[in-house]
């Protein structure tokens, strides 16, 4: 896929994101709940997709964004961790604990997708750079 379809298809995520946030809002609970399953199912199976891609190309991919990736997998799997354990909440105070930090864990996790479309914008424009650099090279 090229660089450019690989920015469109993102940016339309993060528009389906948008969407679907907003209407989260208005579900009942058990809505929300198969929402949320989804969700984690489908950031699941990114998240393995993400590591085959990354051990089928490892050669090409610098060792820095592998690790990266086992830096965010290890994170995850934290992260899912104590989503369950909140689900499991029994009284008010640590209930509204676990709201809070399920709202500061999702402030951070925007933030940390923001500073990944700017690591992606350098990468692309970087990997433009280098392909200049090569024509440049090839026609002199």
Request: glycine share 2%; no cysteine; aromatic share 4%.
């Amino acid at each position: 896929m090229a660089l450019s379809d690989q920015l469109t298809k993102l940016a339309a995520r993060a528009k389906e994101l948008e969407e679907h946030a907003a209407a989260a809002q208005a579900k009942a609970r058990s809505e929300l709940e198969q929402d949320v399953k989804r969700a984690r199912d489908s950031a699941e199976a990114q998240g393995d997709a993400l590591r085959a891609s990354a051990e089928d190309s490892k050669r090409g991919v610098s060792s820095w964004w592998d690790g990266v990736q086992q830096s965010w997998n290890e994170h995850m799997s934290v992260a899912r961790q104590n989503l369950r354990d909140a689900e499991n909440a029994v009284d008010v105070k640590t209930a509204q604990m676990d709201a809070d930090q399920a709202d500061d864990d999702a402030a951070f996790a925007i933030d940390f997708a923001y500073s990944a479309i700017d690591e992606a914008e350098y990468a692309v424009l970087d990997a433009i750079l280098a392909h200049k650099n090569l024509d440049e090279l090839i026609n002199a």
